[in-house]
Nanobody
Framework: QVQLVESGGGLVQAGGSLRLSCAASKSLLSISAMGWHRQAPGKQRDLVASITAGANTNYADSVKGRFSISRDIAKNTVYLQMNSLKPEDTGVYYC?????????WGQGTQVTVSS
């Protein structure tokens, strides 16, 4: 089992930046992939960015060039650097880990971007 703890959300004005952190209870090298997902009010949860154990990254089209996912293996932590934030980036951001046939989720952290 993998426990995930997110932090770093908050309220920011449009054009601002935030960095989210997700600390995992297992080595990132033992986890197939980790990702950040966003759920806006009344909408489904969508993938924003992901990173594999081999450090391959993937981004939703809506955040390419603005968001960057990275990791610190020594700290078992994955980060999401969010720049040039827009009001449509508002939502609850969830960290996700895929390990074997299982998906694990964090509790979520709220990001609110004001116009």
């Amino acid at each position: 089992q993998v426990q995930l703890v997110e932090s770093g959300g908050g309220l920011v004005q449009a054009g601002g930046s935030l960095r989210l952190s997700c600390a995992a209870s297992k080595s990132l090298l033992s986890i197939s992939a980790m990702g950040w997902h966003r759920q806006a009010p009344g909408k489904q949860r969508d993938l924003v960015a992901s990173i594999t154990a081999g450090a391959n990254t993937n981004y939703a089209d809506s955040v390419k060039g603005r968001f960057s996912i990275s990791r610190d293996i020594a700290k078992n932590t994955v980060y999401l650097q969010m720049n040039s934030l827009k009001p449509e980036d508002t939502g609850v951001y969830y960290c996700n880990a895929v390990k074997g046939p299982f998906n694990y989720w964090g509790q979520g952290t709220q990001v609110t971007v004001s116009s």
